[in-house]
């Protein structure tokens, strides 16, 4: 298996985030961790040894300046990208009708204007090196239409939309861009915002029925960041333990 390759994870200070910049510590690779608190970062840096090659980078993702701030940290630490995750997301609980402008626009930037913008801040870094990977976080609740969420629903459409697109602009860089769909995976913003009953009928409704936990979503990405997943782009791959069979 291939190593010590720079890994840019957003979001990285969450519950998924976490979980992935351990598998890619683990494997020999240099991951530059970035989320919006030198807190919240702090906390996952105490949590490896102090020799791990991480690198964390407190930034905004949702803006241009956080996206600018970011690529000239990753300069300093390393002269190129291999893989990008964006894992960076917000999925606020709204009905359509109390969802206000300020609230549709912050989801948007979050999960779908970050998303183009981290990419488009590290795209340089990864195509000079001829070579990269791009996995981009979307959503289950873009095959369940998931109610009180028509914000957090479209920016997920938004994603597919636009890995599917930036796949056919960078194949020709040895770059491919893929999407991993999370059915509802047990973080805290979940335990804190979706009621029990809610869990409830997502276990029953899956093939494999039990909680999904961020573990699972650890092999799916690390291969899609891996060479033996080379000739896969421009796909949602939908991680679910069989919830919806697209
Ligand atoms: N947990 C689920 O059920 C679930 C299901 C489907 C998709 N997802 C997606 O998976 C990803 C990770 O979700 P999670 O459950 O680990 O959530 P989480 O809240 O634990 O982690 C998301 C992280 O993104 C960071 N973030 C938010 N806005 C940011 C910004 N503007 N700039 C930089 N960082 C920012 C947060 O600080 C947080 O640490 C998200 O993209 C989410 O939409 C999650």
Redesign the pocket.
């Known amino acids: 298996m291939q190593s010590n390759r720079v890994v840019v994870i957003?979001?990285?200070?969450?519950?998924?985030?976490?979980v992935l910049v351990a598998r890619f510590l683990a494997n020999g690779d240099t991951v530059i961790a970035?989320?919006?608190?030198e807190q919240?970062l702090d906390r996952l840096r105490d949590g490896f040894d102090s020799d791990a090659a991480l690198v964390t980078v407190a930034?905004?993702?949702?803006?241009e300046d956080?996206n600018a701030a970011l690529a000239a940290a990753i300069r300093e630490h390393a002269d190129r990208v291999d893989v990008l995750i964006?894992?960076?997301?917000?999925?606020p609980i709204t009905s359509f009708e109390d969802i206000e402008p300020e609230e549709w626009r912050?989801v948007i930037?979050?999960?779908l204007t970050?998303t183009y913008l981290t990419t488009r801040a590290l795209l340089p870094l990864m195509k000079e090196n001829g070579w990269g990977r791009i996995v981009n976080?979307?959503?289950?609740?873009f095959f369940d239409g998931t109610r009180f969420q028509a914000h957090?629903v479209a920016?997920?459409a938004g994603v597919i939309g636009f890995t599917r697109s930036l796949s056919r602009e960078v194949g020709d860089w040895g770059i491919t861009v893929n999407v991993?769909?999370?059915?509802?995976?047990?973080?805290?913003?979940?335990r804190r915002t979706?009621p029990q009953e809610v869990l409830e009928a997502q276990r029953a409704g899956r093939a494999l029925k039990r909680d999904?936990v961020?573990e699972d979503?650890v092999g799916p990405v690390f291969f899609l960041a891996s060479p033996d997943a080379g000739f896969i782009t421009g796909q949602t791959i939908n991680v679910d333990g069989g919830k919806f069979m697209t």
């Open positions: 957003t979001g990285a200070a969450g519950g998924i985030g976490a970035t989320d919006l608190s919240a930034a905004d993702l949702s803006g956080g964006n894992c960076a997301g917000w999925f912050r930037d979050v999960n970050g976080f979307g959503s289950g609740s957090y920016a997920k991993i769909a999370p059915g509802l995976t047990v973080t805290e913003p979940v979706f999904q961020p979503l």
